[in-house]
């Protein structure tokens, strides 16, 4: 997630640096053959090439804002995350009578769960960033449980299977009555449902050929307006228009990353990080010492 600092400028310009050439090398062709033909050349209205340009505004600024809103979907996904987690962890420990949570059976269920709670949140964001979803489960998921997890092909959906033998465990023990173990799977059904939205948002693409068809009407507007400016401002219409088509291009590609906002990008939602805070909240429920520092920003951004 990009951070409230300054965006150095060669991270926008090696978003765009390969549309920029192709830019570079059409005005340059263009604008030597109107050296030569000038006479020939047909006569292009600007106010023609106005009315394109606008168009193709208006269709970036639709992408865009379409784009946006499936980042902040996936990012109040995420925030519910956080919200249930915790959620989760209150209810256990608010539930169980505090001489239950001392005993050794139940006070190791009970930290099981949050163990595991915590390892569901760094597998479901390295699963949606299509890394490996067993990386940082060591110690946070019991070894049995690990070994029968490497068969599951949806290792978060497997974790919240725990969960609920657990909460079943809890139950036989008599520490929750049947009112309290509602109220927990409910917890838990609304985790499996914010996975299911996250899953959605990153399987779900917008068409290529829309990316495709905006760039070759962009091409369009530019070799139009280089013909509509044959003599007005010379040699310096290959700058022009490489500064107009940087606008459009960034504000593309700007776009194309907010779609997408499990890509393991800088544009991401930093789920690691929000997976980080869950670990330092649960842990502080439990009365843990050792309590790890929240993941640090790497300069602009923040995964």
């Known amino acids: 997630m990009l951070l409230e600092t300054r965006i150095p400028l060669s991270y926008l310009f090696n978003k765009i640096k390969y549309d920029l050439l192709v830019v570079l090398v059409i005005s340059g062709v263009f604008h030597t053959l109107k050296i ?8 292009i209205p600007l106010s023609l090439v106005t009315v394109l340009g606008t ?7 639709f992408k865009l804002n379409q784009s946006y809103d499936r980042w902040w979907e996936a990012r109040k996904v995420w925030g519910a995350i956080v919200n249930d987690s915790r959620t989760l ?6 539930f169980i ?3 239950k949570l001392e005993e050794q059976k139940v006070g190791s269920l009970v930290r099981q769960m949050a163990y595991r709670q915590i390892g569901w949140c760094y597998s479901l964001g390295l699963s949606l960033r299509k890394q490996d979803p067993m990386a940082n489960l060591d110690g946070l998921v019991a070894a049995h449980e690990l070994k029968a997890l490497e068969e599951q092909s949806n290792k978060p959906l497997y974790l919240l ?9 809890l139950r036989k023990l008599g520490v929750l009555n049947d009112f309290q173990q509602i109220q927990v799977q409910g917890t838990i059904s609304r985790l499996c449902d914010s996975m299911g939205k996250a899953e959605r948002i990153a ?11 905006l760039h070759f009407f962009i091409y369009i507007f ?7 400016l044959v003599e007005s401002v010379g040699i310096y219409e290959i700058p022009l228009l490489v500064v107009i088509a940087s606008t459009f291009f960034l504000i593309e590609k700007s776009a194309r990353h907010l779609q997408d906002p499990f890509s393991n990008r800088p544009t991401d939602i930093a789920v690691t990080a929000i997976a980080r805070t869950v670990e330092i909240n ?21 995964l």
């Open 222 to 228: 530019l070799i139009s307006l280089s013909i509509a």
């Open 161 to 169: 299977l725990r969960h609920m033998a657990d909460l079943r465990e």
């Open 36 to 43: 030569v033909f000038v006479r020939h050349l047909p006569v």
């Open 97 to 99: 009578a505090t001489e």
């Open 282 to 302: 649960l842990r502080q429920l439990l009365l843990e010492k050792d309590i790890p520092q929240a993941v640090a920003p790497d300069k602009f951004y923040i």
């Open 203 to 213: 399987n779900t693409v917008f068409p290529a050929t829309y990316r495709k068809y």
């Open 89 to 94: 962890m209150l209810q256990l420990l608010g």
């Open 55 to 61: 168009s193709i505004a208006l269709l970036l600024a």
